[in-house]
């Protein structure tokens, strides 16, 4: 998956595991932006959690273990 900075517009790579990885760090902590740093400016960018699961269209949340 390919996406621009918001601020300087350089290309940022995110690749499939990097994506699982994002959506589940998503979901453990209840977050609706991952953030990523561009390599060129420095600067955070959020990717919402819908652009995500665009990269991973198979992806399932993990089942939560009952107490």
Do not use: F
């Not at 209840?30 to 665009?54: F, G, S, T």
């Amino acid at each position: 998956m390919q996406i621009h900075c918001t601020y300087c517009g350089a290309p940022l790579n995110i690749s499939r595991k990097v994506a699982e990885a994002a959506l589940e760090k998503l979901y453990a902590e209840d977050l609706a932006y991952y953030e990523v740093r561009c390599p060129k400016c420095r600067k955070m960018n959020k990717i919402p959690r819908e652009v995500l699961l665009r990269a991973v269209p198979n992806w399932k949340p993990p089942a939560q273990a009952e107490d």
